[in-house]
């Protein structure tokens, strides 16, 4: 992820990103706010799923529910991957996770180009 967060960071890699950690969207411990946990508990892991945030933000948002992490705290980030996600966003379903799955492939492709 963090591969990928740089090549959106700054396509010639003058940017690049140290003090981050791998974020949860949907979290491996959600707090009982969440909705629909048991729609997204599979998806935990899944790379629609997971995003780059800075150390102080990621400890600050901990468990939080989506409209709370988009608003307090990835919106805040200087990370472009995430900070996206708090305008792009309205609320964190499975459609959203396997959207952004889908339409983080092209980096995927462009970071790791296939024979």
């Known amino acids: 992820m963090t591969t990928i967060a740089n090549k959106m960071q700054s396509s010639t890699r003058e940017v690049a990103l140290d003090d981050a950690?791998?974020?949860?969207?949907?979290?491996?411990?959600p707090s009982p706010n969440w909705q629909n946990t048991a729609e997204l508990e599979p998806l935990t892991w899944h790379i629609g799923n997971?995003?780059?945030?800075?150390?102080?933000?990621?400890?600050?948002?901990?468990?939080?529910?989506?409209?709370?992490?988009?608003?307090?705290?990835?919106?805040?980030?200087?990370i472009k991957m995430t900070s996206t996600l708090a305008t792009k966003y309205k609320?964190?379903?499975k459609a959203e996770v396997l959207q952004r799955a889908k339409d983080?492939?092209?980096?995927?492709?462009?970071?790791?180009?296939g024979p």
Do not use: C
Request: avoid cysteine.
């Open 21 to 29: 950690n791998l974020e949860h969207i949907f979290p491996l411990n």
């Open 50 to 78: 997971l995003t780059i945030l800075g150390t102080r933000l990621n400890r600050q948002a901990a468990n939080d529910e989506f409209k709370v992490k988009a608003k307090k705290h990835y919106a805040k980030s200087e």
């Open 91 to 93: 609320e964190w379903t």
């Open 104 to 113: 983080m492939t092209l980096l995927v492709v462009q970071t790791w180009p």
